[in-house]
């Protein structure tokens, strides 16, 4: 246990905690004195020795229950309760499985989880070695999952549920045993999720103290802790004056608009052709946008940020409406309107739940179509904030298309790196030729120059 405290302590200071030496010898006094019997009282104790200030009281509690959160929830047995014929029963329909999908199955209705080297190799394929920031470990945890069968779990419990059912179990016995197969299933990401965001808060804790000094700017929004979080917020005020002032510069400049040379040469037609007659184009000095944003699990740090900048530079745009999607696409324009950002922000994120595996562009895109085609049109740039990944669903990218033939332009802001696009889920291979640009925003700096260039392309 001291070696674990001595671990956590690092881990918090990677966190950007300030802890001492003196202060990580009185976590174990403490810890000795307290005993870890009652885990509450134990986490008290270490918070009390090691955190001084309340701003660092999240990171706390972020880390503690991935050094000393026991690997996530048991696994339950879903067989013990069924009498024997039943047990026999759903062996033999489990036998009919085959590879991993037999072996997550095993997982899920026995109880007992992979073992620790198994899930060593499953993180390893899933990019673990890439890790070294938190915010890559939701990015790990979807593709482990998935190697180890997730994507394929509703099907697969339908068919186990016909085959049962054909075997004659009652309804009520099939039921309990899917009850306890859907809380393995909830218990078993639970413990990947935990266990990957112990390695990588252990890699990140393990990082030469150089890298710590990184412009803020430029660190990726994935990665970003809590007091990262709420510095970026208090720097995004200062970006979004500088993108104003350009924005108005631009528009001055731009007043008289540029010289037309067919409307031109038209008018002076009657003067053999000489331009006496100078016509101008007619600009809009302010663009027409629409937002449509992936506020899942993978992407609410970059979302958040991105539905801040839009919030404040909505005196800049002649109209603005904003859509977020996990499942489906919801309006969120009026949650947009008539208070402060925090609060509009905060109000979104909190009206569209998270969820694994839950993201559905193509459903969402089919809303946007369908319910909302009087959105856009040939002077609305179109925005996409997402990943590009859609849980092996239907893309649809025939919609995609029809949205940009509507549209002025369409844009992708992407924060994933282009070498992950195509992999696993990932459906951005498709997706990038039917736009007219696509923009990493990695980082609040990528995030803005984007917005920059949106607003001036736009004009």
Known sequence: MDDRITEFARGLRAAGVRVSVAETADALHAAEAMGVGDRDAFRRALRASLVKAADDFEAFEALFPLYFGGGGPPLQNALEDLPPDDQEAVRAALAALTGRLQQLMDWLTSGQPPTREALEALARQAGLDWADRPGQAVWVTRRMLQAMGFGQLDRLVGELRARLAAAGLSDEAIDRLMGVVQANREALAERVAAQIGLDIARRRAERPARDAGDDLLHTPLQDLGPLDVERLRLEVRRLVARLRSRAALRQRRAKAGRIDPRRTLRANLRHGGVPIEIRHRQRRLKPRLVLVCDVSTSMRPVAEFMLRLIYELQDQVARARSFAFN???????????????????????????????????????????????????????????????????????????????????????????????????????AYAPVCDAVYPVANLAQLSAAVDRLLQASE
């Open 327 to 429: 499942d489906d696409l919801q309006e969120i324009s009026p949650a947009m309107n008539g208070r402060s950002a925090g609060d509009a922000v905060a109000e979104v994120l909190h009206a569209i739940p998270r969820g694994w595996y839950a993201t559905d562009l193509g459903t969402s895109l089919e809303t946007l179509v369908t319910r909302h085609a009087d959105a856009y049109d040939r002077r609305t740039t179109v925005i996409v904030l997402g990943d590009g990944r859609n849980n092996h669903r239907d893309p649809r990218v025939d919609l995609l298309r029809a949205v940009a033939r509507r549209s002025r332009r369409l844009i992708w802001l992407n924060p994933e790196d282009p070498r992950k696009w195509g992999t696993d889920d990932s459906d951005m291979p």
